[in-house]
């Protein structure tokens, strides 16, 4: 029996408030309005923004669904929908691509309009397809995915090839991407130039990965957690240190290694300490620092503009830089044909029940990705 133009109820992790845990609670979700899609999720990952609003420290209406990194099967479509069919296989995107507004139309852009910027948890109709217990329930980014059904908007949907695996797939819809991007898109890393990648993370490493496939001949992996050595390793880095060993500033150690300094560096934990380090990490003159991680929110950097004035070039990307329709899918076939591979970034994979555990995992440092499947 069709459920096309029918409310669903299914399972869904919703967070009720900040700094409590998950609840798996029957929720109903409302069919696809003009222009939008129902999915049914298969695969979804653990990404450390979703903490983040756990946490406090991402902004967002309660309750809320969150989850931004998933594949699923669009289950039906609403008016007007005409680049997705029910049964395509799809990578959800909290970066969406309308294709026609300024952002879109400019060829370095990708923070297209109908970005959940503000963070208002609604369509873009200004309501909510989520409800639990009568209980209107917020979305997270425009696609909420750590539920069985989500609805998105048909601008924040990238059909892939079917043939794709999900648990492994689900990765371009934050990590890889974001890294790789950051890397190719944005850093614009060139062949033999050295690099140097602060957090190594599902992130930072597949900021390795996009450094290795842009040809870079040396990549130096940075993390107080020498347990994230080894991952670092297997993707690409050619060796790895942590600043817990030594007293000198970050900067001086890469400068005594390289013999002179690494031409990008890329800081992908957040932090403004380490922002400032990869900022000064880079060649002086000619060398490029990209900005991955996400600050606390209402935080400044505050640095000497003399670090810019020899001719460093500071970035920040989001997705990577990436226009996030056009790159989703290629990516996918790239990966389908072994161009690289995601393994390495996944360190567990639970069932969508045991949510709770993937959190424990990722805040106890256990877990690069844990991906969740239903
Ligand atoms: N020095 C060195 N390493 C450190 C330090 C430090 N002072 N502090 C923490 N680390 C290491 C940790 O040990 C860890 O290995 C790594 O940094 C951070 O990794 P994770 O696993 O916590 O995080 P990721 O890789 O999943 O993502 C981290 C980001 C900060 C990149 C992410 O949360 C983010 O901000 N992404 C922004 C980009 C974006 O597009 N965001 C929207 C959706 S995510
Ligand atoms: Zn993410």
Redesign the pocket.
Known sequence: MTTAGKVIKCKAAVLWEQKKPFSIEEVEVAPPKAKEVRIKILATGI???DDHVVEGMWPSKFPVIVG??AVGIVESIGEGVTTVKPGDKVIPLFLPQCRECKYCRNPDGNLCIMTDLKADGVMSDGTSRFTCKGETIYHFMNISTFTEYTVASEFAVAKIDDAAPSEKICLLG??FS?GYGAAVKTGKVTPGSTCAVFGLGGVGLSVIMGCKLAGASRIIGIDLNKGKFEKAMAVGATECISPKDFTKPISEVLSEMTGDSVDYTFEVIGHLETMIDAIESCNKNYGTCVLVGIPPSGKKLSCDPMLLLFGRTLKGCIFGGCKSRDVVPKLATDFLAKKFDLDQLISHVLPFKNIQEGFELLNSGKSIRTILTF
């Open positions: 990404c450390r923004t931004h990194e934050c990590a974001t």
